[in-house]
């Protein structure tokens, strides 16, 4: 009987109570571990693949260490003289073989069950985690979409930012021209009015 793996049940409810406490998943997480459960699956299927060979291999020896039990009987039906201490040996011998055999079976039975339970349940937690990252997917794409309306809305609103911006810059610089050639005026006036009063020619200069 090959031994029975320890720890493996404990360490996978751990992993179901950590899912079901952590509903958001990040995607790299999601997709090693979609990756890992590939992995285990296709090994639980050889390990299941070589429990039933072994049983099938089992099965086969029972039948043909019957087969020649049955040969040893008819044999000793043509030596009755001796028939009861050999018959009273084989048939314990018999009898412990096919307890032993019958126990084989029953324990490489059981493992198949076992193992086929493990896979379905790593097959429904695949599929759970294929699930959980479809929906990581769809969430990341929409949160992807609304970004790049916020950005596109940000644009919109940093260009009409920008011309009010530009538009004010270009209105105050309109009044600043205006107020310099009026100071540049009243400016020349007045260096005119004090040639004009030294006797100088404004347009002589």
């Known amino acids: 009987m090959p031994p029975k793996k320890k720890g493996k049940g404990k360490g996978k409810g751990k992993g179901k109570k950590g899912k079901k406490g952590k509903k958001e998943k990040d995607p790299d997480a ?6 890992r459960a590939q992995h285990e699956i296709q090994s639980l299927k050889d390990h299941l693949g070589l429990r ?22 008819e044999d000793l039906d043509d030596q ?28 490489l039975e059981t493992e198949v069950t076992r193992l086929r339970q493990q896979l379905a349940n790593t097959e429904a937690e695949l599929q759970e985690t294929k699930i959980e990252k479809e929906r990581i997917t769809r969430e990341k794409d929409k949160t992807i979409e609304e970004l ?13 930012i920008v011309h009010d911006a530009l538009d004010n810059l270009l209105h105050k610089m309109d009044d600043a021209k205006q107020k310099w050639e009026k100071q540049a005026t009243q400016i020349q ?16 200069i």
């Open 30 to 35: 999601a997709e090693e571990k979609f990756k």
């Open 189 to 204: 006036l007045r260096h005119k009015h004090l040639l004009l009063e030294f006797g100088l020619n404004p347009l002589d």
């Open 148 to 160: 790049r309306m916020k950005i596109d809305t940000m644009e919109i609103s940093y260009d009409g």
């Open 80 to 107: 009755r003289y001796d028939q009861k201490s050999i018959s009273s040996d084989l048939t314990r011998q018999y009898k412990t073989m096919q307890t032993e055999l019958g126990l084989r079976i029953h324990t």
């Open 52 to 73: 039933k060979e072994i049983a099938r291999r089992a099965e086969a020896t029972a039948s043909e260490m019957r087969q020649k039990l049955r040969g040893v009987e």
